[in-house]
């Protein structure tokens, strides 16, 4: 059976870093997000009694399956189906995979949602998110809708995402400046082994709960102002704890820094805008709609920018009848 699926990559406010269960991909803390609408991943699946092997091609380019994580979430889904069957997957991303885009959240929420359904399975918005987190932990928040809350959990079963609300809630918009398609030296996955060799990841963890109430609460009230210190902070002590880290992980680079230093400068003028970062070098500028156009008029002025991408808060993962191949 084939199935396809279309699943948006997100920008956590409040970011989870470490994981209390490498396996099973449990984070150290909660999280909350928001899933992008231009940043995309398409996803065919098809499992078959004629494939002799599993086949990944991602990008145009096939993977070699020593390794691949792909075949390792295809393994959990055939196990799930109770099926035996080889797949053969194709996969498009529409914007740069390794630069801190979280490439891996959209991948993995396609291939859970494409595969699932191609293995027969009919699973609810949890069991997906449960999978999805499973092959990349952040990819549990591409399962539902618009504004996301990845609940922590001690289990499988209780660390899981949830829409906190739709898409069209509040009119913000998340502005990326890709400043190097290069992928990262280091992958978030073995950057967060390091996270214990901070001497702040335990002030930091002492402290989330509060931020994470913080958050939703000025979603609630959509208090932009609030909001937006709120994630530049969460954002520069995250990269705080990978400075610090052992070996130390600098994702950021002068391209990076330069828009961050900007930023203020445009406040400082009037434009209400905050920065935000994964790990990776690419920064998201959140604004309000309204001032969409301003920023980007901005941005193209800047030589480190070599490409901009507009995004407005989108739906989750979701089936789509476009298969690629």
């Known amino acids: 059976m084939k199935a396809s699926a279309v699943a948006p990559s997100n920008i956590a406010f409040i970011k989870y870093w470490g994981k209390k269960d490498e396996v099973l991909r449990l984070p150290e803390n909660g999280s909350i997000s928001m899933n992008l609408s231009n940043l995309l991943t398409t996803t065919t699946v098809e499992f078959n009694s004629k494939f002799s092997e599993d086949e990944i091609t991602i990008n145009d380019q096939k993977e070699p399956n020593e390794g691949s994580r792909a075949i390792k979430h295809l393994d959990r889904i055939r196990k799930l189906a109770n099926i035996n069957q080889k797949a053969k997957v194709v996969t498009t991303n ?32 949890k069991e997906l998110s449960i999978l999805a987190r499973q092959g ?11 504004f ?20 069209d809630y509040w009119e913000i918009a998340d502005v990326v400046a890709v400043v190097s398609k290069n992928k990262k030296e280091v992958s978030t996955t073995d950057g967060q082994k390091l996270v214990n060799s901070s001497p702040f990841f335990k002030v930091r963890l002492a402290n989330i709960k509060n931020k994470i109430d ?5 979603l609630k009230e959509k208090d932009f102002t609030a909001f937006g210190e709120l994630l530049e902070a969460e954002a520069l002590e995250l990269h705080a704890i990978m400075l610090t880290s052992k070996p130390s992980l600098i994702y950021l680079l002068p391209g990076s ?50 490409k901009t991408i507009i995004n407005t808060p989108s739906k989750g993962a979701h089936l789509t009848q476009d298969h690629l191949f």
């Not at 990349?136 to 618009?146: D, F, L």
């Not at 996301?148 to 898409?167: C, H, I, K």
């Not at 209400?272 to 008029?297: P, R, S, W």
């Open 136 to 146: 990349s932990g952040s990819a549990c928040r591409s399962i539902p809708n618009g």
């Open 257 to 306: 820094l330069k828009i961050m230093h900007l930023v203020k400068k445009w406040r400082a003028e009037g434009l209400e805008v905050y920065f935000t970062v994964n790990t990776g070098q690419d920064i998201h500028l959140i604004v309000q709609k309204k001032d969409v156009k301003a920023l980007v008029q901005k941005l193209a002025t800047i030589e480190e920018v070599s």
């Open 214 to 218: 913080l958050i939703k609460k000025y």
């Open 148 to 167: 996301v809350q990845w609940l922590d959990g001690n289990t499988s079963e209780t660390s899981y995402a949830v829409s906190l609300y739709p898409e």
């Open 94 to 125: 529409n914007f740069p995979t390794g630069t801190g885009l979280s490439s891996s959240a959209s991948g993995f929420a396609a291939l859970t949602v494409a595969g699932s359904k191609a293995a027969g399975l009919n699973l609810t918005e």
